[in-house]
């Protein structure tokens, strides 16, 4: 069965420093997607960040990157210049290539301090 | 792009009674949509997937007769908590995926929560 394992269940960073979330998955699929979504305080799911497995590039959307390394099946997400409203659940998420189930982690609780 | 709304935002009913939960996509037509329920700390669980003019299909351990799922529009989907009892008090959460619009990606509602007295 897949598995996404987030091994920090929290995390914490001083404004404008950065961190970075571990995500592992298992699966013997070759082609998915990776997504970290966050979840602030209001509990609306946000898109951050989006993989697909056979590029090779890591993603970036502004302060926000992964280090994808597709052979040790780790998806990690670093947060630049972190900001206050960083501050919430941050969830990794794996869907394999012809499934539309999304298979998330048990989240990272990241609190940003002042 | 890519709204994805819930109402209500919040629900308290009695026991016994029945609560409907609507998922619209505002801005984009959803073939799909997905019904998650997620308890307080934890991740998210996929209770069902719903499909435009077609039958859910419920994962294992899901109740498809106490959580109704009816997909009957391209924009609207909806979840009926049937018989409701104090253990069914949750957050739910729906998405939906369209076809041309990024189409590996699911786009979250803002949730429901229901608490049942």
């Known amino acids: 069965a897949q598995t996404v394992t987030q091994s920090q269940p929290e995390m914490s960073v001083q404004e404008a420093e950065t961190v970075t979330l571990s995500c592992t998955y298992d699966t013997s699929e070759s082609d998915y997607y990776l997504f970290w979504y966050k979840q602030p305080p209001s509990r609306q799911m946000i898109l951050v960040i989006r993989q697909e497995a056979y590029k090779q590039q890591n993603a970036t959307e502004n302060r926000f990157s992964v280090n994808f390394q597709k052979a040790a099946k780790s998806f990690s997400l670093k947060i630049s210049d972190s900001q206050l409203g960083d501050a919430a659940m941050y969830f990794c998420a794996y869907r394999p290539l012809g499934s539309e189930k999304l298979v998330f982690g048990k989240g990272t609780k990241l609190t940003v301090n002042p | 792009g890519a709204v994805v709304s819930q109402h209500p935002s919040w629900v308290i009913c009695k026991s016994g009674t029945s609560v409907k939960i609507e998922c619209r996509s505002l801005?984009?037509?959803?073939?799909?949509m997905f019904w998650y329920r997620q308890f307080p700390k934890q991740s998210l669980m996929l209770m069902a997937t719903s499909n435009e003019g077609s039958k859910a299909t419920y994962e294992q351990g899901v109740e498809k007769d106490k959580f109704l799922i009816n997909h009957a529009s391209l924009t609207l989907s909806t979840l009926t908590v049937t018989s409701a009892h104090p253990e069914d008090s949750s957050f739910y959460i729906c998405s939906a995926r369209a076809p041309g619009l990024l189409t590996d990606t699911q786009y979250f509602g803002p949730g429901t929560r229901l608490t049942v007295l």
């Open positions: 801005d984009f037509q959803a073939t799909t």
